[in-house]
C-alpha cells in the first residue's frame, strides 16, 4: 500500500473522463488499496482515481461505520430520487466549501474488488458522496455545482 499525491483544482487530469476498467486484476486490487489508505490519510470519506491521476472509473468510499471502505469500479447511476442542499468540499480543492443541490437517494451499480456485480443503495451523506465521486469520473467537479445563496 502507498499514498499517492491528491491532485488539486488546475490539475487537468481533473477535467478528463476516466475510461471503464475492462478486467478486474491485482494491479487494480493494488489501486484500490492505495485510493483507500490516500483517501484515510487526507481525512476523506471519497476518493476517484482522476484525484490521483489515474483515468480509470474508480472511486472509494467510507462512511467510517460498520461497513468499513468499499471500493466501486465502473459505477453507474441508475436511480436517483428526492435531493438535498448540503455543503461539500473536496481534497482536489482543500480550503474551499459551497453547497450543492444532490439527490437524497441513490443506487449506483458496478463491480467490487473481486469483480463482482454489486449494487450500492444510499442515502444522505452516501448518496451526497456517491454523486461526488461519480462526477469527478466525468471530469466534473463539486466546485460547478455550488449553488450560489
Given at each position: 500500500m502507498a499514498i499517492r499525491n491528491i491532485r488539486?483544482?488546475?490539475?487537468?487530469?481533473?477535467?478528463?473522463v476516466s475510461k471503464e476498467v475492462p478486467e478486474v486484476n491485482d494491479k487494480i486490487r493494488q489501486?484500490?488499496?492505495?485510493?483507500?489508505?490516500?483517501?484515510?490519510?487526507?481525512?476523506?470519506?471519497?476518493?476517484?482515481?482522476p484525484q490521483i491521476g489515474i483515468l480509470k472509473r474508480i472511486?472509494?468510499?467510507?462512511m467510517y461505520d460498520d461497513e468499513g471502505p468499499?471500493?466501486?469500479?465502473?459505477?453507474e447511476m441508475v436511480y436517483q430520487d428526492g435531493e438535498q442542499i448540503e455543503e461539500e468540499g473536496c481534497l482536489s480543492?482543500?480550503?474551499?466549501?459551497?453547497?450543492?443541490?444532490r439527490p437524497m437517494n441513490v443506487a449506483v451499480k458496478g463491480l467490487n474488488e473481486n469483480g463482482e456485480e454489486i449494487m450500492v443503495e444510499g442515502t444522505e451523506l452516501l448518496a451526497r458522496?456517491?454523486?461526488?465521486?461519480i462526477d469527478h469520473l466525468n471530469g466534473v467537479l463539486f466546485k460547478d455545482k455550488v449553488i450560489n445563496e
Open positions: 488539486t483544482d488546475g490539475d487537468e487530469v481533473l477535467r478528463k489501486l484500490i488499496s492505495d485510493m483507500i489508505e490516500t483517501m484515510h490519510d487526507a481525512d476523506g470519506v471519497g476518493l476517484a482515481a472511486i472509494v468510499l467510507d468499499f471500493a466501486i469500479i465502473n459505477p480543492i482543500p480550503g474551499y466549501n459551497g453547497m450543492v443541490e458522496a456517491l454523486c461526488h465521486e
